[in-house]
């Protein structure tokens, strides 16, 4: 199991992601990042500051 806290890359969302693969956890960060940031398209820079926060579950 895999963890990524968007507060880590957005400072103030509390919104945390918890899926077995990193691709999972990409796809709903995506939603995410779509819905409640607003984000029309995924900068490349932005997704490579999510898989470097990806982390194994606690």
């Given at each position: 199991?895999?963890?990524?806290?968007?507060?880590?890359?957005?400072?103030?969302?509390?919104?945390?992601?918890?899926?077995?693969?990193?691709?999972?956890?990409?796809?709903?960060?995506?939603?995410?990042?779509?819905?409640?940031?607003?984000l029309?398209?995924?900068?490349?820079?932005?997704?490579?500051?999510?898989?470097?926060?990806i982390?194994?579950?606690?």
């Amino acid at each position: 199991m895999k963890q990524f806290n968007c507060g880590d890359v957005v400072p103030g969302c509390s919104v945390t992601f918890r899926f077995e693969t990193e691709d999972r956890i990409l796809e709903a960060v995506g939603q995410h990042a779509r819905k409640d940031h607003g984000l029309t398209e995924i900068p490349p820079q932005l997704i490579e500051q999510v898989k470097d926060k990806i982390k194994p579950a606690a």
